[in-house]
Each structure stands twice: as C-alpha cells, then as structure tokens.
C-alpha cells in the first residue's frame, strides 16, 4: 500500500506514527509515576502516623482501653481509619476509629507477620499499614489504613488533562512535522527540476552549488561531478567518432581506388599482387589507427586494468633498449643505454615500455644516418627521469606546440613512410600522466631532439 506513495507521505505517515507511540508511552509513563509516586507518599505517612501510635500506645498501655484515636485531627489527614487488635486464641478487635467492615483480615495473614515489622497491603480502594507489637507477653496488631479517593481522584484529573493535552501536541507535531518535511525537501525538489533541464545533447549544464557544505550541496556537487564525467565521456565517444571517420577515410578511398582500377580489365597477376599488397598496407594503417584511437578513448582506471605494482626504470627502459636495436641497425643508427641507478615507480611495466619503444622510434626513425640516440635514467632533486635524445632533424618551436596533438605529423610523407598514424605522441602523453608523470620535450631544427619522462619519488 505505502509503496506507491512519495517519500514526503511516507515521512509524514511514519512521523504521525512515531508521534503517536511516543506520545502513548509519555502518557503511560507520566500516569504510573505519579500513581507510584502517590503511593509512596502514602505508605510514607501511614508509617510515620503508625509508628507514632505504636509508640503512644506502649508509652500509656495502661489507658488503652480508653484513650481515644485522634491522630486524624493531629495529622489533618482524611480519611484515617484506626484499629487495635489481640491476639487470643484468635485476633480480636478491642479499639477501632470507623475502620471500614469491608476490609478483611484473615487470622493467619496475621499470624504471619513479623514483630515490630510494618507490613502494607492494597485491598480494593484501601491501603492498610499494619505493626505486630508485644505487651506484657501478649501479641498486638495495629492497623491504619485509608482509602484512594485522593490518589484516584489525581489520577483522573491527570488523564482528562492528558486527553486535552496530547491530541493538541500530536496535531502541532504532525503540523511541524509536515513542515520540516516540506522545507527539507524543497531544494531535492528544485534539484530535480533543474536535472530535467539537463540531457544528453548538452552536458555543459551544472547544478547551482551554494557551498553550505550540507547534505544537499555535497549531493549538488557529486551530481556536477558525474555529469563532468559523462560529458568528458560523451565528448571522447564524439572525438572518436569523428577521428576515425577523418582517419579512415583516405585509406578505404585508396583501398576503393585500388580494387576499381584493378577490376576495369584482365590484369597479369604481378599487377593483382601489386593491389593486394597497396590495399594490405592500408589496412594495415587502419586497424592500427583503430587501435590507436581506441587506446586514447579509455579512462585512465581502464588503461591500468591490473593493480598497480612497483617497477624499476631502469629495467624498462633496458628491455625497451634491447627490443629496438635491430630498428636502429637497419636505420643506422648507434643505439646507446646510459643507466647511473635504479629508480623506482608505481605503474605498469608493459605500458610504459610502449611509451618509451615510441619515442625511440620517432628519435630513429628522424635521425641522420650513422648518429647516435640515447636513453638515459637519472635522479634530478626529488625526481626519476628517463631521457631520450637524438642527434637528428629536430622539430621547429611551431609544430613543438602541437606534437602532442592528435594526428598531427611535423613531417606527413615522413610520417606516411614509417607507417604512423599521428597518434603516437598522444599515447605516449597518456601513458605517462597516467603514470602520474610529465612529459617535457627540447628541441632543436638540424641539431636533435630530447624527450623527458619525469615521475616523483615513492613516499
């Protein structure tokens, strides 16, 4: 039933339930306090109005059948009802001040009780206070007792008050109650208006943060954050899309070429082998820029799927030295390995020696023939860096502005030769920030290249 209702409702139901038990257990707590705290009080002046007639009574034993109990008068209490027992061979009465007759008392109850002990007992309306006393050898019972007329009478007028009272304050609760409600959930209420203004076709919007650091600032702030996130993802599916509509074009339009012409007439199979081949190295280009692009689009939890672990530069950087010397042989290039110390960072090994093989590629594959390009590790301050440096064309201060750009090329037919796609600087640069790392890069034009990876220490 409460399923279908709105959380507000909701609130309010449970408020007016909670309300209503509290307000019960109040009431109920408030009534058996006084009552015991009544009875307490009486059985407080019985004790004391007992005890002193006990004591008047061995004090003049020889007047007891003729003095008179006046202690009503004495105490101004009302209704007091006095009597004095004797034990025979059963308890008689011989002095009594208009002690009820519907009070009973059974011989054996006061057999049973203790001398000089005061005993209570709770017959219907009354409360009887009794004390077994000892005269020249002989056993007494001394009862006083009284009626609740007063209790219950205080009794009744405290629960007409709590049935005025109560609903009053249960009505002002659910009113404040609805209230609180009400103002607590107007700024979720315009937090959900202004998230309706917000779709997929325009991300750019934020919810207005107040900086009051509540609960509904904070949730404002995660909810600007999220939509960050998804307008940084939108934003890269976008990107790809676009990017590779622009890379993959040239290649399928020459892969297209390539198969019309060679279906125009009978070809001999030198010449098929020949289109074959063209359309296999375009292919070639596109499945690497797919790769490319799909590597730049991943989030950074994505590119480092495995936990982190601890790895040593200086075995990257020597695996990444190995793996490249026959590039550099068939390129001439004197390839060098210049390692001082180990350094240490955490990341992924296989990541980082890619972004390491690119830049040597690039400082290979741009060098003058029969130089030399080295890879070197080094502690500077309180950071670990590996550098690369070449002795080759170098890139003017124009295109350095823009190397990292994606699928830009200083040099296109160079670029186009080697096989690139324009991407590679731009895995790099990932690769590294990803490694919580920078990049930096000096060059200059005929004089040659130095790329730095330079990461912090471990804390």
């Known amino acids: 039933m409460m399923t279908n209702l709105s959380i507000k ?5 449970y408020n007016i339930f909670i309300q209503v038990l ?25 004790k ?42 059963r308890y008689k009465e011989i002095k009594n001040t208009n002690f009820p007759n519907d009070i009973k008392t059974e011989d054996n109850y006061l057999k049973a009780l203790t001398l000089n002990y005061i005993d209570f007992e709770y017959q219907e309306h009354y409360i009887i206070s009794r004390l077994k006393i000892q005269m020249d050898k002989k056993n007494y019972v001394l009862e006083v007792a009284t009626n609740f007329s007063t209790i219950n009478s205080t009794l009744e007028n405290l629960i007409y008050i709590l049935l005025f009272i109560v609903p009053v304050i249960l009505v ?26 917000i779709n997929a076709s325009d991300l750019s919007k934020r919810l207005e943060s107040k900086n009051k650091n ?18 940084i993802s939108f934003d890269k599916v976008s990107q790809f899309s676009s990017d590779a509509s622009h890379e993959l074009k040239t290649p399928l339009t020459i892969i297209r070429g390539e198969i019309e012409i060679a279906l125009r007439k009978d070809r001999s199979s ?5 289109t074959l081949t063209n359309c296999l190295d375009e292919l070639i280009t596109i499945q690497q820029t797919i790769d490319d692009l799909l590597f730049l689009a991943k989030n950074e ?25 026959t590039f550099a042989k068939l390129k001439n290039i004197k390839l060098e390995c210049q390692i001082k110390e180990p350094l240490q960072i955490k990341g992924h090994h296989k990541l980082l020696k890619i972004a390491i093989k690119n830049i040597l590629k690039n400082a290979i594959t741009f060098s003058h023939e029969n130089s030399t390009v080295t890879i ?27 190397i990292f750009d994606k699928f830009y090329r200083t040099d296109k037919s160079r670029n186009k030769e080697s096989g690139g796609t324009g991407l590679g600087m731009s895995i790099v640069e990932k690769i590294v920030k990803t490694h919580k790392g920078e990049i930096k890069l000096q060059s200059e034009e005929n004089l040659g290249t130095k790329v730095y990876f330079i990461f912090k220490f471990l804390n």
């Open 9 to 13: 409702r909701k609130l309010l139901i």
């Open 270 to 274: 030198n010449e098929y082998k020949d």
């Open 376 to 402: 070197s590790n080094y502690q500077d301050k309180d950071n670990q860096v590996i550098c690369i440096e070449d002795k080759g064309i170098g890139i003017s201060k124009e295109d350095q502005e823009k």
């Open 214 to 231: 509540d609960e509904i600032d904070l949730l404002s702030q995660e909810i600007n954050n999220l939509l960050q996130r998804l307008e």
């Open 48 to 89: 004391v109005i007992l005890l002193d007639i006990a004591d008047d009574i061995i004090e003049h034993k020889k007047e007891l059948t003729t003095r008179e109990f006046d202690e009503e008068k004495e105490y101004k209490f009302e209704p007091l009802y006095i009597r004095l027992l004797k034990e025979e061979n």
């Open 172 to 197: 002002l609760s659910i009113i404040g109650g609805y209230f609180l409600i009400y103002k607590s959930f107007l700024p979720i209420e315009k937090l959900l208006q202004n998230l309706k203004n």
């Open 22 to 46: 509290i307000l019960m257990l109040f009431s109920f707590s408030i009534y058996k306090t006084l009552e015991v705290s009544s009875k307490d009080k009486l059985e407080a002046t019985l």
């Open 301 to 325: 939890h994505e590119v480092l799927e495995q936990n982190e672990e601890e790895i040593y530069l200086d075995e990257v950087s020597l695996e990444a030295y190995k793996e490249m010397q």
